[in-house]
């Protein structure tokens, strides 16, 4: 498995983009191969959990994290196009309250990386989109935060026209001056 790795503006979040082999029939790729992606990231994780979430144009679920049971969460979409955000939470870090967002499609293959002591939420972008996650822990509600989406502090440039689609959790996040931070 042969995979392209990025840095982003924050080096410890990550563009992974596998090898894709394509024909007139279709295509074929490795989404994940835990041999590859250690040698490629330097980054050795167990992923416990996959996740898998179907959501329709302008929902948007985030900014999510866990206090406790930290995850590390390797996310690609499988179908359809969001803009995806992580921020640094990790107050020990050069790039504590920065944010990153990129496009991930089905159409590009790109997976993201957003490690431990990230905030992580998407935008769906397209009519509706897919959007699969490996965490490196269990989901754990009693430890679950939501950083508010549109916190002025933070100043996401989300691509969006109309209101989102928000679950009750995401309209109610908390603002960065109330949030709970990573060492």
Same mark, same amino acid.
């Given at each position: 498995?042969?995979?392209?790795?990025?840095?982003?503006?924050?080096?410890?979040? &990550?563009?992974? $983009?596998? +090898?894709?082999?394509?024909?007139?029939?279709?295509? =074929?790729?490795?989404? !994940?191969?835990?041999?590859a992606f250690a040698q490629a990231t330097g980054i050795k994780?167990?992923?416990?959990?996959?996740?898998?979430?179907?959501?329709?144009?302008?929902?948007?679920?985030?900014?999510?994290y866990q206090i406790q049971q930290t995850q590390g969460k390797?996310?690609?979409?499988?179908?359809?196009?969001?803009?995806?955000?992580?921020?640094?939470?990790?107050?020990?870090?050069?790039?504590?309250?920065?944010?990153?967002?990129?496009? &991930?499609?089905? $159409?590009? +293959?790109?997976?993201?990386?957003?490690?431990?002591? =990230?905030?992580?939420? !998407?935008?769906?972008?397209?009519?509706?989109?897919?959007?699969?996650?490996?965490?490196?822990?269990?989901?754990?509600?009693?430890?679950?935060?939501?950083?508010?989406?549109?916190?002025?502090?933070?100043?996401?440039?989300?691509?969006?026209?109309?209101?989102?689609?928000?679950?009750?959790?995401?309209?109610?996040?908390?603002?960065?001056?109330?949030?709970?931070?990573?060492?």
């Open positions: 498995m042969t995979l392209q790795v990025t840095p982003t503006a924050i080096p410890d979040m &990550l563009v992974i $983009e596998p +090898k894709v082999f394509g024909d007139d029939r279709g295509f =074929f790729f490795e989404s !994940f191969n835990a041999q994780r167990d992923f416990v959990q996959d996740n898998h979430s179907k959501s329709s144009r302008n929902v948007l679920r985030g900014l999510h390797l996310v690609r979409v499988t179908q359809g196009e969001v803009w995806d955000v992580g921020v640094d939470l990790r107050k020990s870090s050069p790039t504590f309250g920065l944010w990153v967002g990129l496009i &991930l499609s089905a $159409e590009n +293959k790109k997976q993201a990386w957003i490690p431990e002591g =990230f905030a992580h939420g !998407f935008l769906v972008l397209s009519e509706t989109a897919e959007f699969l996650y490996k965490t490196t822990d269990y989901y754990a509600p009693q430890y679950e935060r939501t950083l508010l989406w549109n916190d002025a502090t933070l100043g996401i440039t989300w691509p969006i026209q109309d209101t989102p689609k928000l679950a009750a959790k995401d309209a109610a996040g908390t603002v960065w001056s109330e949030a709970k931070f990573f060492d």
